[in-house]
Structure formats: structure tokens, C-alpha cells
């Protein structure tokens, strides 16, 4: 069994920053593509961000240039630094890893955490 703890997501001002945190814990061989996704209030859940188990990086485009993503030595923990918030930054943040259990490729999601950006 694969558990994902996020945490980090909260209410800031719009410029301020964030930074959210996705622990992995359980048995599992390996972690592959680690992400964050978003999701706000009427529309479909986006990509925002990913890093590959090779350390490539792809960003939304409306992200880029302020958003970080990153991980751990361990590539157990994923975090993404979010800066320059915008009022559209607004969403849930779901992170969702690529692990290798017992042979199988799996994709887990975290809980998801609230980001809200407003003066």
C-alpha cells in the first residue's frame, strides 16, 4: 500500500508564494513521474507541473517562469515552490506519483490541498 501526504496549501496574497510538499510512504520499489495537477471550481483538473525519474521537467504554460517543481534525495517527496501567485493560481493541488509495487506501474494520487490567492 502507497500513501501520499500533501500539505503546504493555504490563503495568500496575490504576488506571495507557496510551497507544497507530497510525501510517498509504504512498500514500493520506486517512484517514476512525480506531478501536480490543479483542479478549480467548475473546470477540469490540469497538469501543472511533472518531473521524470531522470529529473526532466515540464511546466503549463501558465506556470512557467514562476512555478518550481522538485523532489528529495530520496525521491520519495515532491514539492512544488509556487511564486508570483495569481488570483487563477486558485484551485485544489493534487499531487499523483508513478510507483512501481511489486512489478506494477501505478499512478497515486495525494488527498489534494486548497491554494487560495486573494487580497
Known amino acids: 500500500q502507497v500513501q501520499l501526504v500533501e500539505s503546504g496549501g493555504g490563503l495568500v496574497q496575490p504576488g506571495g508564494s507557496l510551497r507544497l510538499s507530497c510525501a510517498a510512504s509504504?512498500?514500493?520499489?520506486?517512484?517514476?513521474?512525480m506531478g501536480w495537477y490543479r483542479q478549480a471550481p467548475g473546470k477540469q483538473r490540469e497538469l501543472v507541473a511533472a518531473?521524470?525519474?531522470?529529473?526532466?521537467?515540464n511546466y503549463a504554460d501558465s506556470v512557467k517562469g514562476r512555478f518550481s517543481i522538485s523532489r528529495d534525495n530520496a525521491k520519495t517527496t515532491v514539492y512544488l515552490q509556487m511564486n508570483s501567485l495569481k488570483p487563477e493560481d486558485a484551485a485544489v493541488y493534487y499531487c499523483?506519483?508513478?510507483?512501481?509495487?511489486?512489478?506494477?506501474?501505478?499512478?497515486?494520487w495525494g488527498q489534494g490541498t486548497q491554494v487560495s490567492v486573494s487580497s
Open positions: 509504504g512498500r514500493f520499489s520506486s517512484i517514476n513521474t
Open positions: 499523483k506519483l508513478s510507483v512501481l509495487v511489486t512489478g506494477i506501474l501505478s499512478d497515486y
Open positions: 518531473l521524470t525519474r531522470g529529473g526532466r521537467t
